[in-house]
Nanobody
Framework: QVQLVESGGGLVEVGGSLRLTCTPS????????MGWIRQVPGKEREFIAV????????YYAEFGKGRFFISRDIANSTVYLQMNNLKPEDTAVYYC?????????????????WGRGTQVTVSS
């Protein structure tokens, strides 16, 4: 069974940091771009960051530049999202996504694989 499993979410105070991890299993993801997308109930999915299959390219949403950093373990395609200086508006469910096309992750719509999500709550 192919899975993307997120971990590392939780409750953090304003200005704090969290590191999310996406652990893939069930198939090789070395040809897939992988990224993070978040969603607040009742709102549209929001692209956060994506990293190319070889780790050579990264793209970020404007709100994440300078605060969020995506990285990838090439050996096993585990993907990380380091989030710093968190704000209350960062509260959401954070999903890992994988797609053969990097721009599909950026579009935050139909991707090949989704994780189940991990809740991030930033308290003020």
């Amino acid at each position: 069974q192919v899975q993307l499993v997120e971990s590392g979410g939780g409750l953090v105070e304003v200005g704090g940091s969290l590191r999310l991890t996406c652990t893939p299993s069930g198939r090789a993801f070395d040809t897939y771009a992988m990224g993070w997308i978040r969603q607040v109930p009742g709102k549209e999915r929001e692209f956060i960051a994506v990293i190319s299959k070889d780790g050579g390219q990264t793209y970020y949403a404007e709100f994440g530049k300078g605060r969020f950093f995506i990285s990838r373990d090439i050996a096993n395609s585990t993907v990380y999202l380091q989030m710093n200086n968190l704000k209350p508006e960062d509260t959401a469910v954070y999903y890992c996504a994988a797609d053969l096309r990097l721009w599909s992750v950026v579009a935050a719509r139909e991707v090949d694989y989704w994780g189940r999500g991990t809740q991030v709550t930033v308290s003020s």
